[in-house]
């Protein structure tokens, strides 16, 4: 019998993007998932040259250990890669990219990571987040100086503290070793996914979508259906009891499944315009995200800047609670006048009175006030007048108003 596929891997250049700067690859045993960065051209190549560098460690090993090791040196030898491109082809200085990878051995799991790509495990319902990200704002956190809540809507939150690239010869990579149990899924995605799309949304697409590939399917359209300003790429990883290789051919998605094309580069940059246009923030925003990382002396300009930005959102703050305060009080004050010009004809201890305002009154306030008392009697009135007096006689100005008073005067025989 064929056995399942038990994997899936889908990328997609998102509705903003002009191309596709990730790069993702399911294999027999290795899974990973590469966002590349680098500007106008850059991105697509680094993370394509590291998922194609790095599936070459794509194999059985003896232990977990051996496959961690393997995966270390592959992120490594990646790396060094990027640098020697940008070596040859020095318009794609600053270039790198982000990569989370697993490799799969028995019912363990090694596991290679560097950047804000995320890997999650799914298990028991429940959605764990195993990876942690190489940001800037991981790292405000970590310190204590903003919440996770903040980070999450942080304006820098895209900004990488750590990538494979051209900038560091021995990159800090993180690697770990875990185990894996039957029924277990493993999802590796990049941060088009993870930046727009909720925990518990993605927790109930893995919960109740039942093969690998429809629930990346699903995962990516859950991205778009938010708008996906960001490339999204989604690798899929269901565990069986088997702990063997998974049921598809090796397959790269993304900018990896792409022939490489830095050499002729013409065809990369007019293509933007048109996005920057119809989009300015959205399409400009991602593109100053991320920063070769230049040691303490950049975070705490980065931190001070944040300071600043926050005096000035104060400042901001303040001029329109000021200027809303005076919008209403302004209303008010054209609304209390503009019922100052009405009056009416009713009763004030038993008398006709001329009142000047609306019969209205907001809470204890009173719109109206006797403008002009009168002698009138209103139990000397006809009956038919008492009663209009009592439930008051409108007036179209004050004029008329005292015209009704005269009126009813004569008729009371005054
Ligand atoms: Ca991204």
């Keep these: 019998m064929a056995p399942t596929p038990t994997s899936a891997a889908v990328s997609h250049v998102g509705r903003i993007r002009a191309n596709n700067q990730d790069s993702g690859y399911a294999g027999a045993h290795l899974f990973l998932v590469a966002d590349g960065m680098g500007g106008h051209a850059g991105g697509d190549v680094a993370s394509a040259i590291a998922a194609k560098r790095i599936a070459e460690a794509d194999a059985e090993y003896p232990s ?23 070596f040859e082809h020095s318009e794609l200085t600053g270039m790198g990219t982000t990569v989370s990878a697993i490799l799969r051995v028995g019912h363990q799991l090694a596991l290679a990571h560097i950047g804000d790509s995320r890997v999650y495990r799914f298990r028991g319902g429940e959605l764990t987040q195993i990876t942690a990200d190489h940001t800037f704002v991981q790292r405000l956190v970590d310190s204590g100086r903003i919440t996770p809540e903040e980070a999450a809507v942080h304006p820098r939150r895209s900004v990488l503290m750590r990538v494979l690239g051209d900038v560091d010869a021995a990159p800090e990579i993180d690697t770990a070793i875990f185990d894996t149990k039957p029924g277990d899924r493993w999802m590796l995605c990049s941060d088009g996914l993870s930046s727009y799309v909720a925990d518990e949304k993605i927790q109930s697409i893995l919960a109740t979508v039942r093969t690998a590939q429809g629930a990346a399917d699903r995962l990516v359209k859950e991205s778009l259906d938010h708008g996906a300003p960001d490339n999204v790429t989604v690798v899929l990883v269901d565990i069986d009891d088997s702990g063997g290789a998974s049921g598809i051919p090796p397959t790269f998605v993304g900018s990896a499944a792409m022939p490489l094309s830095y050499e002729n580069d013409t065809s990369r940059r007019p293509i933007r315009l048109p ?33 600043r930005r926050a005096r000035r959102r104060r400042i901001v703050w303040l001029v329109v609670l000021v200027l809303a305060v005076a919008a209403i009080a302004g209303a008010v004050l054209a609304g209390y006048s503009w019922t100052q010009s009405h009056y009416y004809v009713g009763e004030s201890d038993g008398r006709v009175a001329v009142y000047q305002g609306v019969q209205q009154t907001i809470g204890p306030i009173h719109l109206s006030s006797v403008y002009q008392a009168t002698r009138i009697e209103v139990s000397s009135l006809s009956a038919y007048n008492q009663q209009s007096v009592e439930a008051t006689i409108n007036a179209d100005s004050l004029r008329d108003a005292l015209d009704i008073v005269d009126r009813l005067s004569t008729a009371a025989g005054g």
Excluded: S
Excluded at 289 to 301: C, I
């Design 64 to 86: 977990a250990r051996d496959a961690e090791f393997a995966l270390q040196q592959a992120l490594i030898a990646a790396n060094a890669m990027l640098a020697e491109t940008v």
């Design 275 to 307: 996005t920057l246009l119809l989009h300015p923030l959205k399409a400009t925003l991602p593109e100053d995200t991320h920063f070769e990382p230049e040691g303490e002396g950049y975070l705490e300009e980065l931190i001070e800047e944040d300071r």
